[in-house]
């Protein structure tokens, strides 16, 4: 079956904008998970969905935003970009329940000038 | 509070060689635990779980509860083993969302 899939592969913004990105989880999958990748970070939790609603949230600010649709498709939204934001943001799939493994997408790279 | 923890960010070993990459936890209940690896161009994986109690590629883990801690094992390196490996925690006190360490970059010289 088709794996995660996320749009747009490379994008660049400039700062004050605002940026969109898209998730397609693996069907059948409920809960969407996405992700920060930076060099000196590693990997931030961003916020999770499942089915429709936001069931976790971690620890950035109110900037960055998400939302999820009936067909389990997921958005992310981060607006009045700043040069920080420029890293490489995954989205993940799963069926959402106790200790499932988490399929990941290969990114979207956001380079922010 | 959960959390996972890599303390070394660079691992180097030659092939061979046996390898040992750590990981300890921390987390209020019984949490599901996983290595994740991405190689060179190529999309984060799962490379094991500890309910599946497999070894994949060479690789074990073994989970201690006392210690908190789920190395990652392999006796033998190879260069193919070259790789970015995060360790992970998930389950239902943390609302099933996966949490990861920082990763160990592994290099495994020829």
């Known amino acids: 079956k088709a794996g995660v899939t996320q749009t747009p592969r490379y994008l660049i913004k400039t700062r004050g904008q605002q940026v969109t990105l898209s998730c397609s989880p693996i069907?059948?999958?409920?809960?969407v998970s996405w992700y920060q990748q930076t060099p000196g970070q590693g990997l931030q939790f961003l916020f999770e969905?499942?089915?429709?609603?936001?069931?976790n949230k971690g620890n950035f600010p109110g900037r960055f935003s998400g939302r999820q649709f009936s067909n389990s498709r997921s958005e992310m939204n981060v607006s009045t970009l700043e040069l920080g934001d420029s890293a490489l943001y995954l989205c993940?799939?799963?069926?959402?329940?106790?200790?499932?493994?988490?399929?990941f997408g290969e990114g979207s790279w956001l380079t922010v000038v | 509070a959960q959390r996972v923890t890599q303390p070394e960010k660079l691992l180097s070993v030659f092939k061979g060689a046996p390898v040992e990459l750590k990981c300890n936890y921390s987390?209020?209940?019984?949490?599901?635990l996983f290595w994740y690896v991405q190689y060179s161009r190529q999309r984060l994986q799962l490379l094991l779980r500890?309910?599946s109690r497999e070894s994949i590629k060479g690789f074990t883990a073994d989970l201690n509860k006392g210690e908190t801690s789920f190395h990652l094992k392999k006796p033998f390196a190879q260069e193919e083993d070259s790789a970015m490996y995060y360790c992970?925690?998930?389950?239902?006190?943390?609302?099933?969302?996966?949490?990861f360490g920082a990763g160990t970059r592994l290099f495994v010289k020829a």
């Open positions: 069907s059948g999958h409920r809960s």
């Open positions: 500890h309910i």
């Open positions: 993940a799939s799963s069926q959402g329940t106790d200790g499932n493994t988490i399929y």
């Open positions: 987390y209020s209940g019984s949490p599901e």
């Open positions: 992970a925690l998930s389950g239902r006190a943390g609302g099933f969302k996966t949490i």
């Open positions: 969905y499942f089915s429709e609603t936001q069931r």
